[in-house]
């Protein structure tokens, strides 16, 4: 059967694969930690104190890790096509979470890459658990600020689609009462 919502051209489930699974709740689960991490950088090592250097290289670190892994899912996830929707779903609602799907890919490509990207227009680089890598690009404080206001900006919309994403998934689970939240839950049947 076509499946107009997947780039991949053939649905072979009702229920998401294991990898797919697997890579949901691993990214999904350390981009929340990530996320707030990113938040709580300023309360954790204040700028101008000591910790400030290692404590903002061990977000980057774990940035760049988690960006390589993004990078695998998504590649992964371009070759195999997700399940068909439930009858149940109108087809409004396809395209909204084939909306907020693409935005959610977007943006887990977009932030981490935006903050490596201005790390290298900066004098510091980036330190990668411990591993000094030397900034590629010159020190323009002007060029760094634009990709970190875009690096910062892409945080926020990921916050925000995350938020929403998972109040839709609930919404699944305990009012419509289909198999969308199931199917990505491990080990569940549909
Ligand atoms: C922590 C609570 C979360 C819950 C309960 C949850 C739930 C779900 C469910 C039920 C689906 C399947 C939707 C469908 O059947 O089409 C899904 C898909 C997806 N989720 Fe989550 N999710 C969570 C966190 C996240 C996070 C943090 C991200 C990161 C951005 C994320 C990104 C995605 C993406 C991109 C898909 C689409 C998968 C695909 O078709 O390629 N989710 N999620
Ligand atoms: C998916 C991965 C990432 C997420 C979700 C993320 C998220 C965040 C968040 C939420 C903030 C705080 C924003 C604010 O309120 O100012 C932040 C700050 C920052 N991030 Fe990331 N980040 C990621 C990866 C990276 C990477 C790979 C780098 C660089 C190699 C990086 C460099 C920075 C820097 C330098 C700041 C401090 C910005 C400032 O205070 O001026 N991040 N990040």
Same mark, same amino acid.
């Given at each position: 059967m076509t499946n107009a919502r997947s780039i991949a051209p053939f649905e072979t489930s009702a229920r998401y694969t294991r990898v797919a699974i697997a890579l949901?709740?691993?990214?999904?689960?350390?981009?929340?930690?990530?996320?707030?991490?990113?938040?709580? &950088?300023?309360?954790l090592a204040p700028r101008g104190t000591p910790a400030r250097a290692a404590t903002i290289n061990l977000h980057k670190s774990v940035g760049i890790v988690l960006f390589v892994l993004i990078a695998a899912r998504l590649l992964w996830r371009l070759r195999?096509?997700?399940?068909a929707w439930p009858a149940s779903m109108p087809a409004w609602q396809h395209g909204a979470?084939?909306?907020?799907?693409?935005? &959610?890919?977007?943006?887990?490509?977009?932030?981490? &890459?935006?903050?490596?990207?201005?790390?290298?227009?900066?004098?510091?680089?980036?330190r990668f658990f411990g591993a000094r890598l030397a900034p590629w690009g010159p020190d323009l404080p002007r060029v760094y600020d634009a990709l970190n206001g875009?690096?910062?900006?892409?945080?926020w919309l990921l916050t925000a689609l995350i938020a929403g994403h998972i109040a839709v998934s609930l919404k699944h689970a305990l009012i419509d009462r289909d198999e969308v939240f199931s199917r990505m839950w491990p080990g569940a049947s549909p």
């Open positions: 949901h709740w691993l990214i999904g689960l350390a981009l929340l930690a990530q996320i707030a991490f990113g938040f709580l &950088l300023d309360d195999h096509a997700p399940p979470a084939r909306f907020g799907h693409r935005t &959610l890919y977007a943006c887990m490509v977009v932030a981490p &890459l935006a903050g490596y990207v201005a790390s290298n227009f900066s004098k510091h680089g980036v875009l690096h910062v900006a892409t945080a």
